[in-house]
């Protein structure tokens, strides 16, 4: 019996684990792979981008996260690590590296 508690305490334990790993790149990105934003993608259609972020920050769901990704890419972001964690499954946190440098906050 105490080898099933055991499995599955190590199971919990590496759920856990990748659940804090995934809460690190969320906040903070890829330390390795430093990104800047670029002004233009800030100004594109009358700031689009940024009030986009703005009210995606504000909602609790932050559900518009794949849209501020398609948003980007529309405005001329060709960066990969933004884009595809823009549409990554997740988690999104209020905190998000990228929402963070889009509202200047980071």
């Known amino acids: 019996m105490s080898v099933n508690t055991t499995i599955d305490y190590r199971l919990i334990r590496k759920a856990e684990r990748l659940w804090h ?19 233009a ?8 981008v940024v009030r986009l972020a703005n009210s995606i920050y504000n909602t ?4 518009g996260i794949p ?6 890419e529309e405005s001329g972001c060709t960066d990969t690590g933004i884009l595809e964690h823009l549409r990554g499954p997740g988690p999104h946190f209020r905190g ?3 929402l963070d440098l889009l509202l200047g906050k980071a």
């Open 21 to 39: 790993t995934n809460l690190v790149r969320e906040i903070f990105g890829n330390p390795f792979r430093p990104i800047a934003i670029d002004s």
């Open 41 to 48: 993608w800030l100004g594109w259609n009358d700031a689009a």
């Open 60 to 63: 609790p769901s932050l559900s």
């Open 67 to 72: 849209i501020l990704a398609d948003a980007l």
């Open 96 to 98: 998000c590296w990228v």
